[in-house]
C-alpha cells in the first residue's frame, strides 16, 4: 500500500512563508510526476505546481514567482515553498503522485489526506 503523507500547513499572516512536505512511503518502485493542488471552500480543487522526476516544473500563473516546487527523489518526497502569501491563497492544499509500484505496473495516482494553509490579512 501506497501512502503520502502532507507536513507544514499552518497559519501565517499575509506576506508570510509556509514550506510544505509530502512524502511517499509504502510498495514503490518509481515516482512520475508529483505535484500540489489547492481546494478552497466552494471552489474546485485546482493545480498549484508540478514536478517530473527529471525535476521539470510547471505552476499556476496566480503562484509564479511565489511559489516554489522541489522534489529529493531519494526520499520520495516532494515540497513546496511558498512566499509572498497571500489570503487568497488559503486553501487546502493536497500532494499528488503518479506511483509505479513495480517494474511491469501501470502508474496510479495516489492522493496525501490534505493539509490546511490558512493565510490572514
Known amino acids: 500500500q501506497v501512502q503520502l503523507v502532507e507536513s507544514g500547513g499552518g497559519l501565517v499572516q499575509a506576506g508570510g512563508s509556509l514550506r510544505l512536505s509530502c512524502a511517499a512511503s509504502?510498495?514503490?518502485?518509481?515516482?512520475?510526476?508529483m505535484g500540489w493542488y489547492r481546494q478552497a471552500p466552494g471552489k474546485q480543487r485546482e493545480l498549484v505546481a508540478a514536478?517530473?522526476?527529471?525535476?521539470?516544473?510547471n505552476y499556476a500563473d496566480s503562484v509564479k514567482g511565489r511559489f516554489t516546487i522541489s522534489r529529493d527523489n531519494a526520499k520520495n518526497t516532494v515540497y513546496l515553498q511558498m512566499n509572498s502569501l497571500k489570503p487568497e491563497d488559503t486553501a487546502v492544499y493536497y500532494c499528488?503522485?503518479?506511483?509505479?509500484?513495480?517494474?511491469?505496473?501501470?502508474?496510479?495516482?495516489?492522493w496525501g489526506q490534505g493539509t490546511q494553509v490558512t493565510v490572514s490579512s
Open positions: 499528488n503522485g503518479g506511483v509505479v509500484v513495480t517494474p511491469l505496473a501501470d502508474e496510479y495516482d495516489y
Open positions: 509504502g510498495s514503490i518502485f518509481s515516482i512520475n510526476a
Open positions: 514536478i517530473t522526476s527529471g525535476g521539470s516544473t
